[in-house]
């Protein structure tokens, strides 16, 4: 099974700010819904708080340390290697979705990485990790058209984890 991240960063790798993302982009969204839909998409707390349901049609896994958590409609695991156990047998592809401290932990264990890239900074709290260039390599790069273009990237792995 495929163990992939997708995220959405400013080009000074901002993510998030005060519990948010701090941007709208037309299309965006709906790429983000494609890509994931039918598959297991796990998040930490604080980003499943900053939305306003499970995400639909996908299975959600919501990684906290608060033993007594309820997140109606998710799977709750304790920590991340418990959410990757809890994964069902059959699935092909499963997505770390953020925020910023799962993608911190979850990098090292990732086998592609969905990346857009809004071309500007933009100030914010959260911030993605330095992709490790040397295990990755970039399998495409689209530049995305519209009223704030952006690029998209999926970098595969090719160097074993550690
Ligand atoms: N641009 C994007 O693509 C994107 C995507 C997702 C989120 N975001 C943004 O990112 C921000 C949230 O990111 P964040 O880093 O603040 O929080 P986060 O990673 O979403 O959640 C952090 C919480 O997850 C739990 N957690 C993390 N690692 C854990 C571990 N190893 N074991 C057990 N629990 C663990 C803890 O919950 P407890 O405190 O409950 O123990 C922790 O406080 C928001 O602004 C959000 O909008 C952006």
């Known amino acids: ?19 948010d993302i701090p941007w709208k982009i037309p299309g965006e969204q709906k790429m983000f819904k494609e890509i994931t839909l039918g598959h297991v998409v796990i998040m930490g707390r604080k980003t499943f708080e900053s939305l306003s349901c499970p995400l639909p049609g996908r299975t959600n896994i919501v990684v906290t340390r608060q033993t007594d958590y ?24 499963a997505f770390i979705i953020g925020g910023g ?9 990732a086998g592609r990485i969905y990346l857009t ?3 500007r900074d933009i100030p914010g709290d959260t911030f993605f990790p330095e992709i490790p260039e040397a295990d990755f390599e970039i399998k495409k790069s689209k530049l995305i058209d519209g009223p704030e273009p952006y690029h998209f990237y999926i970098y595969e792995r090719v160097k074993s984890r550690g």
């Open 1 to 19: 099974m495929l163990i992939s991240l997708i995220v959405a960063m400013a080009s000074n790798r901002v993510i998030g700010h005060q519990g």
């Open 70 to 93: 309820q997140a109606p409609g998710c799977m709750i695991a304790q920590d991340l290697s418990g959410a990757l156990k809890s994964i069902p047998a059959d699935e092909s592809e």
């Open 101 to 109: 401290q799962l993608y911190h932990e979850a990098i090292y264990l």
């Open 117 to 119: 890239v809004i071309p």
